[in-house]
């Protein structure tokens, strides 16, 4: 190991002493391009697998040149010594990370506190040129009609679906969702060649999921890669399914979307992403969301102790404002499991609104003799006391969530007059919750 770092250190002086850009030479790579160019067009050579095998064995060696020797997590140092030294350096913030990038005339490297985060690479020989040795394989395997290159053209396009699926990867993280999507497609469809035959269901997820983004809006890619990975029974917990049926929306394909959120709660009833937009379907097409509690039956038949199934049902009253139903149904899921957390912050949150708005209405009565006032403002009191009692069961579940310790502390806060019991418990929950708020917290998921 020490030799090494001292071999590492020695060829990091050289190259900072010289100050020299490595990068390919791209002149030298498009006289070899367009000899390989001149091959495919020759009569007597294409038509001929091992033209086409070495077409695609060329331009994917010569994309290759740019990045090689170079692999995440690498030091700037290291970086230096594969790729050169360079001037050119900014910061780019991506997300809530700040990258330090340095800017090659073919590529940009982008750093996390001095590792390698990334690369984008930014000029090539031959626009699209994994694309052209993709094509080039297929070509190659079109061609074998006697299968006797199968095991060259499985080589390649194994090679090339790996490659491209790294630098979808690197896409990716820089956020270039276009060139991710491009990428993570390539590398799926590599392999799925019938020479291959298969199906990297992970990278054909981010192909479809990346197909949704905002940059990007393919839905048609999105729902081809996401049918995909149903297909082959890759559903990362029903997130899968929601997915494709955002693709189906895009499409303005409400039934499939429909059907395939169905089908998503069907087999994963306990995922709200799935329920909620189940819901919202129905709310914005018009429809009854009630239409879901079949389902939601069903379920709960099949796994009468699945809590959560309860608690879906609890949250879809709230969200058409069903309050007595979703208490009802809050209730029965801490009766079959008494530690669950959201059921208690959740119907603690419901009587809090419940009060909240009794405190508005009450302020919108303009006659301040109005005996309604004093009847609405004496019910917010009620609707705040019946929250204490689940907000700080909440709390005692999860002592180190400050959101619903927060609650706790202005409940009692507004309480605290009443007596001194009462001011004491005021007291001591904001020491609790002064000490909390000093670590950065995340929101709770409801």
Not at 92 to 111: D, H, I
Not at 134 to 145: G, I, T
Not at 373 to 383: R, T
């Amino acid at each position: 190991m020490k030799r090494l770092l001292t071999i590492l250190a020695c060829a990091f002086i050289g190259v900072a002493a010289t100050a020299q850009v490595k990068g390919p030479d791209f002149e030298a790579q498009k006289r070899k391009i367009a000899k390989s160019d001149a091959e495919i067009i020759n009569p007597k050579k294409m038509d001929n697998p091992k033209t086409w095998i070495s077409r695609g064995d060329l331009l994917q060696e010569l994309a290759d040149e740019n990045v090689k020797g170079l692999w995440p997590n690498m030091s700037k140092m290291e970086s230096r010594i594969i790729a050169g030294d360079t001037e050119i350096k900014e910061s780019e913030k991506l997300g809530e990370t700040t990258y330090e990038v340095l800017v090659y005339p073919s590529k940009k490297l982008y750093f996390d506190q001095d590792k390698l985060a990334c690369w984008v690479q930014t000029q090539f020989a031959l626009d699209d040129i994994y694309g052209a040795s993709q094509r080039a394989y297929e070509k190659a395997a079109e061609l074998d009609v006697e299968k006797k290159s199968s095991k060259k053209i499985k080589e390649g396009l194994v090679k090339l679906s790996e490659r491209v699926r790294t630098e979808g990867i690197n896409a990716y993280t820089a956020q270039s969702y276009k060139l991710a999507q491009k990428y993570f497609i390539a590398a799926v469809d590599c392999k799925m060649n019938p020479v291959v035959g298969v199906l990297d269901t992970i990278i054909a997820y981010y192909a479809g999921v990346v197909s949704l983004a905002d940059s990007v809006k393919d839905y048609e890619a999105a729902a081809k890669y996401l049918n995909i990975c149903v297909e082959s029974s890759f559903f990362d917990k029903g997130s899968t399914y929601s997915s494709l049926a955002a693709a189906y929306a895009g499409l303005g394909e409400k039934k499939a979307q429909e059907e395939t959120l169905i089908n998503g709660f069907t087999k994963f009833p306990g995922n709200q992403a799935i329920l909620i937009e189940l819901i919202n379907l129905y709310l914005n097409s018009g429809g009854d969301p009630i239409a879901v509690i079949p389902y939601l039956k069903k379920a709960q038949e099949n796994e009468p102790s699945n809590a959560t199934l309860y608690f879906a049902e609890a949250t879809l009253y709230e969200k058409i404002h069903k309050t007595d139903d979703a208490e009802r149904m809050y209730k029965h899921t801490i009766e079959i499991d008494p530690k669950f957390y959201n059921a208690y912050y959740n119907l603690g949150a419901l009587y809090y609104n419940k009060g909240v708005e009794c405190i508005k209405e009450a302020d919108a009565i303009k006659d301040w003799k109005d005996p309604k006032i004093k009847e609405l403002e004496q019910q917010a009191e009620v609707e705040f006391k019946k929250a204490l009692e689940p907000f700080l069961k909440a709390h005692e579940l999860e002592p180190n969530d400050k959101y619903a310790l927060e609650t706790v502390k202005n409940l009692y806060f507004r309480f605290r007059n009443e007596n001194d019991d009462m001011m004491n418990l005021y007291k001591q929950y904001k020491d609790k919750f002064d000490a909390l708020e000093q670590e950065p917290q995340a929101a709770p998921q409801q």
